[in-house]
């Protein structure tokens, strides 16, 4: 009995760690507009233009004709906002724009601010992970290029050297 007592409570703490883990981070889904500091964000708040952006759906909601709605991209009202140099606010919450007067008035002093460093000027390698970053492709090369060597060394000198007698035959590769 008391071993089944230990199972189950193994599966279940597996399975809340497990799922801890997927939620923890989120870095390669967030735009490289957003700010730095944050390893999982659910939304942005946008204070100057008072619309959200959902970083799981890379939709931004908006107030339209009294009602929120979903898209893509931003309304041409909006194509003079800058993302890049705009306070962003993390709010990690599944809806946020159903409690839009709590936040409006919670975070009305940001408007305007231009304090944060975006994901894409960082040079946090952290960050690299994010396909939209300038250094990924750097980045991506330099782990394949880690993972190759992690495996491929200390694989001796193929049969030519020592052979253990502590001289070399002048034929294998380091041989000096």
Known sequence: MRYLMVLIAAMF??????????VSFNLGSQPVWGPTGNDYVENYYLPDIEAYYNVSQHRYYFNEGGRWVGRSSLPSR????DLYNSHKVVINEREPWRNHET?????A???????????????D???????????????????????????GQN?????????????GNGKGKGNK
């Open 155 to 167: 694989k001796g000198n193929n049969g030519k050297g020592n052979n253990g007698n502590g001289k």
């Open 78 to 81: 909006y194509r003079n906002y």
């Open 109 to 123: 002093s940001y408007k305007g601010r231009h304090d944060q460093q975006p994901i894409r000027d960082s040079h």
């Open 125 to 151: 390698s952290k960050y690299f992970v994010n396909k939209n970053h300038p250094q990924h492709n750097t980045w991506v090369q330099q782990q394949k290029h880690d993972n190759g060597n992690h495996y």
């Open 13 to 22: 703490l597996c399975t809340a760690l497990n799922a801890q883990v997927h």
């Open 103 to 107: 936040y409006r008035s919670q975070y």
